[in-house]
């Protein structure tokens, strides 16, 4: 889900990057421009209101998780939840456990087209869930357009409920060798990224937060943010993974007035194809990572679906400016 490549002449770089969906820019308390009411967002395209008009024409509530005999507290039916870098790996099985909760999902990602695996998902959700999932391409360096984007899906549905920011990415260099310009991208896409989609969700909830209505945001952080990997390079991952987790108490503790919730995950080792592809270079790992944890092996991404579902649900109504540390028991030995 990540590509390969080499940064530095004198050792090899493992650069493995999930779909980077975050503005770089400074952080402004002046709202956006759609928000003084001299632009208009644009609309839907009419085959998409057209779905959403009928999202839920197409399957019983009781299909639905969480009805009002089974768990409501965990019912999604009607929100509205975004996913950022959804167009594949974790963040698209997220969005697929958010659908079979009735959420109405929205992908954001900068690919020009998805996974493969997007299609089924997709056509799953409006075909056997009632509900529907939507693509939308941005590369959120574009605060611009992230803003107005994210403003045209609050205004097509008249409500923002949730976020899951699951974009990032890795950089397995030497500290000794870790260059500048990698080190900014790092912040800049896994803290700063991840701040800047969480304002222009936040911004919306607060706009249309009338009648009672709550948000909940959930920031995929790592137990590389509170732990230093062994035999795993990467100062500057680990740095902004322990920031994302001190990021989300924070700007908890500000929206927590404004009903809006924010919490973190922190999964393990999750097994993608592009860990597999590691495994292929660096046979060891795939012996001793199990080992490091008290299960004794490596997690897949639907094992953080549950998860997903409960912070971004009422599930987990009182919960906020808490992580859900996800590693196996790696770090609690």
């Known amino acids: 889900m990540n590509t390969l490549r080499t940064t530095l002449p004198r050792t090899t770089s493992r650069i493995l990057r999930t779909t980077t969906h975050h503005p770089i820019a400074a952080f402004s308390t002046t709202l956006p421009r759609h928000q003084s009411g001299t632009r208009n967002p644009p609309s839907p395209p009419p085959?998409?209101?057209?779905?959403?008009?009928?999202?839920?024409?197409?399957?019983?509530?009781?299909?639905?998780?969480?009805?009002?005999?089974?768990?409501?507290?965990?019912?999604?039916?009607?929100?509205?939840?975004l996913v950022s870098g959804a167009g594949r790996g974790l963040?698209?099985?997220?969005?697929?456990?958010?659908?079979?909760?009735g959420a109405i999902v929205y992908a954001l990602d900068r690919l020009p087209t998805p996974s493969p695996d997007f299609s089924r998902v997709q056509k799953r959700a409006s075909s056997e869930l009632g509900t529907s999932l939507h693509y939308r391409r941005i590369d959120v360096r574009d605060v611009d357009s992230l803003n107005d984007i994210v403003a045209s899906i609050a205004d097509a549905h008249g409500r923002m409920d949730g976020l899951i920011a699951a974009a990032g990415i890795q950089q397995e260099t030497p500290a000794l060798e870790y260059t500048a310009a990698d080190c900014d991208e790092m912040m800049s896409v896994n803290v700063t990224g991840?701040?800047?989609?969480?304002?222009?969700?936040?911004?919306?909830?607060?706009?249309?937060?009338?009648?009672?209505?709550?948000?909940?945001?959930?920031?995929?952080?790592?137990?590389?943010?509170?732990?230093?990997?062994?035999?795993?390079?990467?100062?500057?991952?680990?740095?902004?993974?322990?920031a994302v987790l001190q990021l989300a108490r924070n700007l908890a503790s500000e929206w927590g007035q404004y009903g809006i919730r924010v919490n973190t995950i922190s999964p393990g080792y999750i097994v993608t194809a592009m860990v597999e592809a590691l495994f292929v270079q660096f046979p060891d790992r795939r012996e001793d990572w199990p080992k490091q944890n008290m299960l004794g092996r490596l997690s897949a991404p639907e094992e953080y679906r549950g998860a997903a579902v409960f912070l971004i649900s009422d599930a987990s109504s009182?919960?906020?400016?808490?992580?859900?540390?996800?590693?196996?028991?790696?770090?609690?030995w």
């Open 47 to 81: 085959a998409e209101a057209a779905a959403l008009a009928n999202t839920k024409a197409n399957a019983p509530a009781s299909t639905y998780l969480g009805t009002t005999k089974r768990l409501p507290e965990f019912n999604l039916v009607d929100k509205v939840v």
């Open 91 to 101: 963040g698209l099985v997220c969005a697929e456990a958010l659908l079979e909760g």
């Open 194 to 242: 991840a701040f800047m989609t969480c304002q222009a969700v936040a911004r919306q909830m607060v706009r249309y937060g009338g009648e009672g209505r709550k948000g909940s945001i959930v920031m995929i952080g790592s137990m590389s943010g509170s732990v230093a990997n062994k035999g795993l390079i990467c100062p500057a991952y680990n740095a902004s993974k322990a």
């Open 318 to 332: 009182f919960m906020t400016g808490a992580d859900l540390k996800m590693d196996g028991g790696h770090s609690a």
